[in-house]
């Protein structure tokens, strides 16, 4: 293992602020909200400071933060933006509009419940219900994590053309402080190719960017999106190796914690894992076998590597902090439809737990394992009490 | 006669789709010729996107960013602000938008980028209302016009847009008329010379959303600037206003009986606009001499 340098302690969100500044972007529109600010602030600071050489821009509302994303992107920038919540909200319309232009802009989010009734809780509701406007989206659990997420991201989304989101849950994560190793400028700079795209808004091309076409054209720029999100994975996988040889931090689309010769899996996104590990590490202690697999990246989900993950597995239980009011627990349903068909398929229980940002302990946890190891599984997502 | 002096450099093509005889092609056509290459245009929603061409045709030799419908003044931030940081500084961009655009759900971020003072040039064209969706009342309607939405007329006055913008003390705003071309040619040279938030609003008489002739765009714009109904000026900082025209030459009345938005209006109506239009102008002429 290598010793680890240049330590720093950071809160999760000032975390992703160096590793914005290392990632040199060129343009940055931003717009506070809690529980994002902190980022913005550091950003500001770092500008004021003449460490961060980027144009800043502070419009009046996520929703033109968003659209000076996709048009400085289009116009050849690297681009970063910050948001929570109702901000994310409120780009709902831009963000299906930055995926469609196949602008590579890096946005990381705070997840916190959105009103009403207003709150400020950890909640992933606001970024899952953004699932489908396009984005490669990504969940942390660390402050080291967020910021050698933020400096893969801009390798993953620039390198094919797809807008990247990362999210950690608000205040677990987003002001939880822990020592955080920053690397070398030097080291990203190598790590980081120049942006340099080939279509782009540039008056010694001529090209135009959006312009109305045909059904057939439509289809075709959804299909193509397609093709790229299907080399989403491989990307981050061989994006987290290559971090991984610099940094001694390797990532990948999921991970496995003491999965082996497991009865029982725990599979669940942000925060959680945090809590899940120190449940799975005192379940192992008393000989229980229980593992998690963490699921880092969202979209696209990785349904094959889901698939044989779980293959043989007894039983599964899904944690999720978010509710789709109708449907239940939004990575239960995403994992039911990647498990479908297997034979060898695990029962497949899904807890709606921490839900508006209600603590989940390890104790908890490791109840619940007890309580589901042999359980039937409900088709429908169970509360947690 | 007003004779038109400038080189057609061929940034607007002909074999565009606009309705024959529309006078925004016409506007068009000065403007992106006067601004010449070096320019990038951001274009929300509205005719002019559809002027410009569906895919894979341009009517435009300068990019074009098409964006979403409220959000021209953002998007144009973002694309002077890239050209920033990649060291292109002169490009001029510049929002082509219209009135819906501008006057209503774009208004929030135009204000945002004024009071940034944003290196942008901003071409409203005002055909006081959303015609590109068949003809429906905007905030820029002016009071008893029949629209799409307002089939009795409409019950409110036009927005003042310009003494909005005038209060976020930009370095320059100006309104021009296509019947008045050299001093639309005049005033975009003028506002592509500054640096920080520049607004153009042009007068666009529809001719389906006002029930005009088609040969009678241009007539119609005139008649507006002659009856005082759209003043031609200049607004420099915020307070220094100057009239491009400061006088008058006839009445209200020609203008709105050739023009089937007005078919309703009582001689009670017509007076009060009457009314309205001359103390609007003496307040302008007001602000112009001090």
Same mark, same amino acid.
């Given at each position: 293992?290598?010793?680890?340098?240049?330590?720093?302690?950071?809160?999760?969100?000032?975390?992703?602020?160096?590793?914005?500044?290392?990632?040199?972007?060129?343009?940055?529109?931003?717009?506070?909200?809690?529980?994002?600010?902190?980022?913005?602030?550091?950003?500001?600071?770092?500008?004021?400071?003449?460490?961060?050489?980027?144009?800043?821009?502070?419009?009046?509302?996520?929703?033109?933060?968003?659209?000076?994303?996709?048009?400085?992107?289009?116009?050849?920038?690297?681009?970063?933006?910050?948001?929570?919540?109702?901000?994310?909200?409120?780009?709902?319309?831009?963000?299906?509009?930055?995926?469609?232009?196949?602008?590579?802009?890096?946005?990381?989010?705070?997840?916190?419940?959105?009103?009403?009734?207003?709150?400020?809780?950890?909640?992933?509701?606001?970024?899952?219900?953004?699932?489908?406007?396009?984005?490669?989206?990504?969940?942390?659990?660390?402050?080291?994590?967020?910021?050698?997420?933020?400096?893969?991201?801009?390798?993953?989304?620039?390198?094919?053309?797809?807008?990247?989101?990362?999210?950690?849950?608000?205040?677990?994560?987003?002001?939880?402080?822990?020592?955080?190793?920053?690397?070398?400028?030097?080291?990203?700079?190598?790590?980081?190719?120049?942006?340099?795209?080939?279509?782009?808004?540039?008056?010694?091309?001529?090209?135009?960017?959006?312009?109305?076409?045909?059904?057939?054209?439509?289809?075709?720029?959804?299909?193509?999106?397609?093709?790229?999100?299907?080399?989403?994975?491989?990307?981050?996988?061989?994006?987290?190796?290559?971090?991984?040889?610099?940094?001694?931090?390797?990532?990948?689309?999921?991970?496995?914690?003491?999965?082996?010769?497991?009865?029982?899996?725990?599979?669940?996104?942000?925060?959680?894992?945090?809590?899940?590990?120190?449940?799975? @590490? $005192?379940? %192992?202690?008393? *000989?229980?076998?229980? !593992?998690?697999?963490? /699921?880092?990246?969202?979209?696209?989900?990785?349904? +094959?590597?889901?698939?044989?993950?779980?293959?043989?597995?007894?039983?599964?239980?899904?944690?999720?902090?978010?509710?789709?009011?109708?449907?239940?627990?939004?990575?239960?349903?995403?994992?039911?439809?990647?498990?479908?068909?297997?034979? @060898? $398929?695990? %029962?497949?229980? *899904?807890?709606?737990? !921490?839900?508006?940002? /209600?603590?989940?302990?390890?104790?908890?946890?490791? +109840?619940?394992?007890?309580?589901?190891?042999?359980?039937?599984?409900?088709?429908?997502?169970?509360?947690?009490? | 006669?007003?004779?038109?002096?400038?080189?057609?450099?061929?940034?607007?093509?002909?074999?565009?789709?606009?309705?024959?005889?529309?006078?925004?092609?016409?506007?068009?056509?000065?403007?992106?010729?006067?601004?010449?290459?070096?320019?990038?245009?951001?274009?929300?929603?509205?005719?002019?996107?559809?002027?410009?061409?569906?895919?894979?045709?341009?009517?435009?030799?300068?990019?074009?960013?098409?964006?979403?419908?409220?959000?021209?003044?953002?998007?144009?931030?973002?694309?002077?602000?890239?050209?920033?940081?990649?060291?292109?500084?002169?490009?001029?961009?510049?929002?082509?938008?219209?009135?819906?655009?501008?006057?209503?759900?774009?208004?929030?971020?135009?204000?945002?980028?004024?009071?940034?003072?944003?290196?942008?040039?901003?071409?409203?064209?005002?055909?006081?209302?959303?015609?590109?969706?068949?003809?429906?009342?905007?905030?820029?309607?002016?009071?008893?016009?029949?629209?799409?939405?307002?089939?009795?007329?409409?019950?409110?006055?036009?927005?003042?847009?310009?003494?909005?913008?005038?209060?976020?003390?930009?370095?320059?705003?100006?309104?021009?008329?296509?019947?008045?071309?050299?001093?639309?040619?005049?005033?975009?040279?003028?506002?592509?010379?500054?640096?920080?938030?520049?607004?153009?609003?042009?007068?666009?008489?529809?001719?389906?959303?006002?029930?005009?002739?088609?040969?009678?765009?241009?007539?119609?714009?005139?008649?507006?600037?002659?009856?005082?109904?759209?003043?031609?000026?200049?607004?420099?900082?915020?307070?220094?206003?100057?009239?491009?025209?400061?006088?008058?030459?006839?009445?209200?009345?020609?203008?709105?009986?050739?023009?089937?938005?007005?078919?309703?209006?009582?001689?009670?109506?017509?007076?009060?606009?009457?009314?309205?239009?001359?103390?609007?102008?003496?307040?302008?002429?007001?602000?112009?001499?001090?």
């Amino acid at each position: 293992m290598k010793e680890k340098q240049n330590l720093q302690l950071l809160s999760g969100n000032h975390a992703v602020s160096w590793g914005v500044k290392l990632a040199r972007p060129h343009v940055a529109p931003l717009y506070p909200i809690t529980p994002q600010t902190p980022i913005l602030e550091k950003l500001t600071e770092f500008h004021s400071q003449g460490e961060l050489d980027a144009e800043l821009l502070t419009p009046e509302s996520e929703h033109s933060a968003m659209s000076a994303c996709v048009a400085a992107s289009l116009t050849g920038a690297r681009v970063f933006t910050a948001t929570s919540s109702q901000g994310l909200l409120l780009m709902h319309e831009l963000l299906h509009y930055a995926s469609g232009a196949r602008a590579p802009i890096v946005m990381f989010n705070v997840n916190r419940t959105p009103g009403s009734p207003w709150a400020f809780w950890p909640d992933q509701i606001d970024s899952l219900s953004q699932r489908d406007t396009g984005w490669i989206k990504m969940y942390s659990e660390s402050p080291q994590e967020s910021l050698d997420t933020v400096i893969q991201a801009f390798r993953i989304a620039e390198k094919l053309a797809l807008p990247l989101m990362i999210s950690h849950d608000a205040f677990y994560v987003s002001h939880a402080v822990e020592p955080v190793e920053l690397p070398q400028q030097e080291l990203v700079d190598n790590f980081l190719p120049a942006y340099n795209p080939e279509l782009r808004l540039d008056t010694s091309l001529g090209q135009s960017f959006g312009a109305p076409i045909d059904q057939a054209t439509w289809n075709r720029s959804r299909r193509e999106a397609g093709e790229a999100m299907a080399r989403v994975e491989n990307e981050v996988l061989e994006t987290g190796k290559a971090w991984g040889e610099l940094t001694g931090r390797s990532y990948a689309a999921l991970e496995n914690y003491r999965t082996e010769a497991a009865d029982t899996i725990i599979v669940t996104m942000g925060s959680m894992c945090g809590t899940v590990r120190d449940a799975v @590490d $005192a379940l %192992r202690d008393q *000989g229980t076998a229980v !593992g998690l697999l963490k /699921v880092r990246q969202f979209r696209p989900l990785p349904v +094959q590597t889901l698939r044989d993950s779980l293959a043989g597995i007894p039983s599964v239980l899904v944690l999720d902090r978010n509710y789709s009011p109708g449907m239940g627990g939004i990575l239960h349903q995403e994992l039911k439809s990647a498990l479908f068909g297997m034979r @060898d $398929a695990p %029962r497949v229980h *899904g807890l709606l737990a !921490g839900v508006g940002g /209600v603590n989940v302990s390890s104790n908890k946890i490791q +109840q619940l394992v007890a309580e589901y190891a042999d359980a039937k599984p409900s088709n429908d997502s169970v509360w947690v009490e | 006669m007003d004779m038109i002096d400038y080189p057609d450099g061929e940034q607007f093509s002909p074999g565009h789709v606009a309705c024959a005889g529309c006078a925004e092609a016409l506007s068009l056509r000065v403007i992106l010729n006067t601004l010449g290459a070096d320019a990038i245009a951001v274009v929300p929603p509205s005719c002019t996107a559809v002027i410009c061409g569906g895919y894979p045709l341009s009517s435009v030799s300068i990019p074009v960013q098409h964006t979403t419908l409220e959000s021209a003044a953002a998007s144009a931030s973002g694309v002077k602000r890239s050209l920033n940081a990649l060291g292109k500084t002169n490009t001029t961009v510049v929002c082509l938008a219209g009135d819906g655009g501008t006057y209503d759900i774009g208004l929030q971020a135009l204000s945002s980028a004024a009071e940034r003072n944003e290196d942008i040039l901003y071409v409203c064209f005002d055909n006081e209302g959303y015609m590109n969706t068949g003809g429906q009342k905007s905030s820029s309607t002016p009071l008893n016009a029949i629209t799409g939405s307002t089939p009795a007329g409409k019950l409110s006055r036009k927005k003042n847009l310009v003494e909005i913008l005038a209060a976020h003390r930009i370095p320059y705003i100006a309104t021009c008329s296509p019947a008045h071309l050299s001093d639309m040619s005049a005033k975009i040279k003028k506002a592509a010379s500054i640096r920080g938030t520049k607004v153009i609003m042009v007068i666009i008489p529809c001719l389906p959303g006002w029930g005009v002739a088609d040969d009678a765009a241009v007539k119609t714009a005139r008649m507006a600037v002659d009856s005082g109904v759209f003043p031609l000026y200049e607004v420099e900082d915020g307070v220094d206003y100057t009239m491009t025209i400061d006088t008058r030459n006839q009445s209200v009345n020609a203008y709105l009986k050739q023009q089937k938005r007005y078919r309703n209006l009582s001689d009670k109506n017509i007076s009060d606009i009457q009314a309205d239009v001359d103390k609007e102008w003496e307040y302008l002429l007001g602000r112009a001499r001090k």
